[in-house]
Nanobody, 117 residues
Framework: QVQLVESGGGLVQPGGSLRLSCAASGITFSVYAMGWYRQPPGKQRELVAVITSGGSTNYADSVKGRFTISRDNARKTVSLQMNILKPEDTAVYYC???????????WGQGTQVTVSS
């Protein structure tokens, strides 16, 4: 059974930092591209960052220079370090695992990040 379990969300003041983690089980983690998506209130889900099986990364323009995605294949985890958080970063953040070029795609349950003073 495939599971992606996110942790690390919470309430933070503008300018603060949070680190999200996603622990995967039930998959051959190293072959998956891992991503973080978010869904702000009343809006569609959007890509935040992705890291390929080879370690290449890609970021949404809105988070470049502030967020960093990383993976640990031995621990089967992917993390998102979020710095200089802004109120517009408020959203439910979802972990995603996919095998590029296939329909194999899994989602976590999401974790709430709220940036507010």
């Amino acid at each position: 059974q495939v599971q992606l379990v996110e942790s690390g969300g919470g309430l933070v003041q503008p300018g603060g930092s949070l680190r999200l983690s996603c622990a995967a089980s039930g998959i051959t983690f190293s072959v998956y591209a891992m991503g973080w998506y978010r869904q702000p209130p009343g809006k569609q889900r959007e890509l935040v960052a992705v890291i390929t099986s080879g370690g290449s990364t890609n970021y949404a323009d809105s988070v470049k220079g502030r967020f960093t995605i990383s993976r640990d294949n031995a621990r089967k985890t992917v993390s998102l370090q979020m710095n200089i958080l802004k109120p517009e970063d408020t959203a439910v953040y979802y972990c995603n695992a996919e095998v590029v070029g296939t329909t194999i795609n899994y989602w976590g349950q999401g974790t709430q990040v709220t940036v507010s003073s």
